[in-house]
């Protein structure tokens, strides 16, 4: 069993940034690649980024490559999700996921979930 635990989010002003972290609870956090995904109101939750066991290989949704940046630290059991150049259409619930591998997250598959986070960016 696996608990995820994230924090950080905020109001922020478009152009801005924000660091989500998520905390796992546990021995075998190295044992799971690592993700992001994000619910707005009224949307499907849609992934935003994953990592893999090492944090060695990443994969990114079209929306947010180049302004997001996804890691991990094992010792620490974390993982982090650095969001720059924030835009209003950022705005959502924020949701940390471990699951088997970078793919299989990407596909929507995740063993475990957190409580989520939220996120807003004004215009």
């Known amino acids: 069993q696996v608990q995820l635990v994230e924090s950080g989010g905020g109001l922020v002003q478009a152009g801005g940034s924000l660091r989500l972290s998520c905390a796992a609870s546990g021995r075998t956090f190295s044992s799971y690649a690592m993700g992001w995904f994000r619910q707005a109101p009224g949307k499907e939750r849609e992934f935003v980024a994953a990592?893999?066991?090492?944090?060695?290989?990443?994969y990114y949704a079209d929306s947010v490559k180049g302004r997001f940046t996804i890691s991990r630290d094992n010792a620490k059991n974390t993982v982090y999700l650095q969001m720059n150049s924030l835009k209003p259409e950022d705005t959502a619930v924020y949701y940390c996921a471990a699951g088997g591998l970078v793919a299989t997250i990407a596909s929507r598959v995740v063993d475990y979930w957190g409580q989520g986070t939220q996120v807003t960016v004004s215009s």
């Open positions: 990592v893999s066991r090492s944090g060695g290989s990443t």
